[in-house]
């Protein structure tokens, strides 16, 4: 494994449901990032992870949770969504928090039913 | 609120020719300035990046920038049908803690 992976690829969960949503970084970057990709929206910043330490949080509503336990690994925990929620959700890592060369991965396409 | 703005196209061009994407930002301190392609259903790839006012080239890539009128650019010299995909302009901002601004995209389309 390379780069940036995701999992799943793909997620369609009910409102009432809790899924996660896995990232992991094989680059030995410091900083983490979620990223929400809307049609016809441009990549909304969710969350910033740098050393395990989360740095920043866009005003996102509480229904999403990121988790960083190491900085090789990240997760966004997702419960009771709603239907605009739906959307492709990038993870992406840089070398460091601030370093503009993100390098991201395949993304999940999530469908809230 | 800070933006960057694109056409979101499609841009069409035919095989060959020179296409030209345009980006428009609207903090006048941004410094740093990204070029992002993003083909269907797969994830945004860094292309190009820019710094200073005037042209950067890498192969058939020219990135420009006028901080002045606040407009970056990107031009495609001899578009190949593999360059269809969405175009992604990026802004460094300051204040932004590090963190990218994005534009919507464009899309562009190579005809053979």
């Known amino acids: 494994e390379t780069g940036v992976t995701q999992t799943p690829r793909h997620l369609v969960m009910g409102m009432t449901n809790k899924k996660s949503l896995k990232c992991e970084q094989h680059?030995?970057?410091?900083?983490m990032y979620w990223y929400k990709q809307s049609a016809k929206k441009p990549l909304e910043l969710m969350f910033v992870?740098?050393?395990?330490?989360?740095?920043e949080n866009n005003s996102v509503p509480s229904r999403f949770s990121p988790e960083c336990p190491n900085s090789s690994h990240l997760f966004l925990h997702l419960h009771t969504l709603q239907p605009e929620d739906s959307a492709l959700y990038l993870c992406?890592?840089?070398?460091?928090?601030?370093?503009?060369?993100?390098?991201f991965g395949s993304g999940t396409q999530l469908s809230v039913l | 609120q800070k933006e960057v703005e694109q056409n979101s196209g499609p841009l069409s061009v035919p095989e060959g020719a020179i296409a030209s994407l345009n980006c428009t930002y609207s903090?006048?301190?941004?410094?740093?300035f990204f070029w992002y392609r993003q083909y269907s259903g797969k994830s945004p790839e860094l292309i190009m990046s820019?710094?200073?006012?005037g042209d950067k080239e890498d192969g058939r890539f020219t990135a420009q920038l006028n901080k002045a009128s606040q407009y970056v650019s990107l031009l495609i010299r001899d578009s190949q049908p593999s360059d269809s995909a969405t175009y992604l302009c990026?802004?460094?901002?300051?204040?932004?803690?590090?963190?990218?601004?994005f534009g919507k995209g464009t899309k562009l389309s190579v005809k053979p």
């Open positions: 903090d006048r301190g941004s410094q740093s």
């Open positions: 680059l030995g970057h410091n900083a």
């Open positions: 992870y740098s050393l395990e330490e989360r740095v």
């Open positions: 990026a802004v460094n901002t300051p204040g932004s803690q590090g963190n990218l601004i």
């Open positions: 820019i710094y200073s006012n």
């Open positions: 992406a890592s840089s070398q460091g928090q601030g370093n503009e060369k993100l390098f």
